[in-house]
């Protein structure tokens, strides 16, 4: 699976950004999906995943509410609905095909490569 992120940009706080990876590959939807960040000088974290139906969701303390991950298995893509984002949510955001929603990468078999979100104040 080859994992092709977009719609990064930079947004005031208080806006919006959807995020698209779209996938290549027939497995696509046999993994669940997952979103994660790295802050400049930080470690990367996790954001939120979606199961192979999307019939389950998982989210960070620090997004919940503000985010909304969904797929969309015909067209092997999977989204991140940001809202009300903040300062602090300024990183390089990455998809990833996973064995599970856990919030852990540990289960990650592909990554994609990053796209920038940058949120002034």
């Known amino acids: 699976v080859q994992l092709q992120a977009s719609g990064g940009g930079l947004v005031q706080a208080g806006g919006s950004l959807r995020l698209s990876c779209a996938a290549s590959g027939r497995t696509f939807s046999s993994y669940a999906m997952g979103w994660f960040r790295q802050a400049p000088g930080k470690e990367r974290e996790f954001v939120a995943a979606i199961s192979w139906s999307g019939g389950r969701t998982y989210y960070a303390d620090s997004v919940k509410g503000r985010f909304t991950i969904s797929r969309d298995n015909v067209k092997n893509t999977v989204y991140l609905q940001m809202n009300s984002l903040k300062p602090e949510d300024t990183a390089v955001y990455y998809c990833?095909?996973?064995?599970?929603?856990?919030?852990?990468?540990?289960?990650?078999?592909?990554w994609g490569q990053g796209t920038l979100v940058t949120v002034s104040s």
């Open positions: 990833a095909a996973k064995a599970g929603v856990a919030g852990t990468s540990g289960d990650v078999a592909y």
